[in-house]
């Protein structure tokens, strides 16, 4: 006799997105552009462009992103990128990380979902050797605090 119990919704998990799941981190920062009212300033091609420039950042080790999934989805994100440019390449450090695309799910705020993400952007940057990162906010995020 078979018993029809219900299944249980998966852990909430912490996770690396894959090269495949861009689309997904392209989403996440156009809703965040959207939001910030940033939408009326991207150019026309600004997916294919970001999508080719985070490609091109996941399989040389210099991008990532990382995401909150909660019954399978992800519901919030936040990306990382190594930089060298000036003036941080004329210090010792010579780069350092650029936090970006923190995005949480309206429905899904005030639970540490975008602090869980920042985090872990910053563990990744830690084991790459760098030690120092930048991160701007939003208007709207720096109220959240």
Do not use: C
Request: glycine residues 6%; positive net charge; hydrophobic residues 45%.
């Amino acid at each position: 006799m078979k018993t029809d119990t219900p299944q249980a919704s998966p852990a909430p998990q912490l996770t690396q997105l894959t090269e495949a799941e861009l689309p997904l981190a392209l989403d996440f920062r156009y809703r965040m552009m959207e939001e910030s009212g940033m939408v009326p300033l991207l150019a026309a091609d600004w997916r294919e462009l970001t999508h080719a420039l985070y490609a091109e950042g996941y399989r040389a080790g210099t991008i990532a992103h990382f995401g909150w999934r909660e019954n399978g989805e992800i519901v919030a994100t936040a990306g990382v990128m190594i930089r060298d440019d000036f003036p941080v390449n004329t210090l010792k450090p010579r780069r350092y990380g650029w936090i970006m695309d923190v995005y949480v799910l309206p429905e899904h705020r005030r639970r540490g979902h975008a602090r869980r993400v920042v985090e872990e952007t910053l563990a990744w940057l830690r084991a790459k050797g760098v030690v120092f990162a930048r991160l701007v906010a939003s208007e709207q995020a720096k109220q959240a605090r």
